[in-house]
């Protein structure tokens, strides 16, 4: 560990001070009090709002990540876009993103390690520039940040809403009409595996807008999420009593050897480019096995309309 200090030059809390020096998010010096990390006049502070005088001197800390060993990677992952300070990728189905105990096999984070792309934060935490999430089964765009800076301007634009998805889905009955849901979600109390609208949620809203409706009842949709809760458009669409084909945990009665995945895709992505400040999007090719499943129900001409990148975020309900 290396010790740095400075002085107060302003009045403030703790962590504000020390995130506008570091030029780091506030969560990171928020690990770094919580570690025992920093002391102001020699003092260990334990409190992220502890109040600075100006001229105090404050000393803190800055932790080595422990380097995660790199595995045997039999895989690799379609790059949609790459240069110097991000990377959007196609995530393929059954990878998963984050390591965990539970999980055995290689996940994105060791391809990305075995890519070189490694960020190892003020807290010690080694992290690989992921700003969001997708699910196991989920298909789809991605966006990687390369370094430390370029990852907190993206979750920023996670925040302000000017980065965003649409996905796309196959559902197991007719939406009744484009809709919005707006309901608070966290863990299921009867189910660990399973999250589920509760009163004292974390907030979560999603818009769906129905596109192509089968003689089957089978239904394409998109969604737009205005939140990112773990498992949100599932839910919410269970609260509707509408299940994603494939989707067994939420309630579609079907036999994994019919229907082997969530049929749930991250199509289009949109966010300003964090340095050029250039507003871009990305497509995310769907996989085949979901293709199949659309060219079932649907005509290839109808799904091309209503999947056209340049169209379909329109008409979406606020």
Known sequence: MSSEQLIASKAGRIDKILAEVLEVSRNQVEKLVKDGLVSVNNKVITK?????????????????????????????????????????????????????PSVKEATLVDWLVKKGISLSTISGEERHGIV????????????VAKDNKVHEML???????????????????????????????????????????????????????KLLTSAH????????????????????????????????????????DKIARVNLHAYLLYLVHPITGEKMEFTAPLFDDM????????????????????TLGSGFMK
Request: glycine letters at 6%.
């Open 48 to 100: 992220t709002s502890y109040k600075v005088a100006v001229g105090d001197v404050i000393t803190y800390e800055f932790k080595e990540a422990e380097k995660r060993e790199a595995v045997e990677i039999d895989f690799d992952v379609e790059i949609l876009y790459e240069d110097e300070y991000l990377m959007v990728i196609n995530k393929p189905s059954g990878l998963v993103v984050h390591p965990a």
């Open 132 to 143: 969001h999430r997708i699910d196991k089964e989920t298909t789809g765009a991605l966006v």
């Open 155 to 209: 979750s920023e634009q996670l925040q302000d809403k000017s980065m965003g998805r649409y996905y796309l889905a196959l559902i197991d009955c007719p939406l009744k009409d484009d809709i919005v849901v707006d309901k608070p979600i966290g863990r299921n109390p009867k189910n660990r595996l399973k999250m589920d609208v509760v009163p004292h949620g974390k907030a979560a809203k999603t818009a769906f807008k």
């Open 217 to 256: 009842g089978v239904e394409l949709i998109a969604a737009k999420l205005f939140t990112g809760r773990t498992h949100q458009i599932r839910v919410h669409l269970n609260t509707l009593g509408r299940h994603i084909l494939g989707d067994d945990l939420y309630g579609f009665k079907t036999k994994r």
């Open 291 to 310: 293709k199949t499943y659309m060219t079932k129900y649907f005509d290839q001409d109808e799904i091309d309309e209503k999947i056209d990148p340049l």
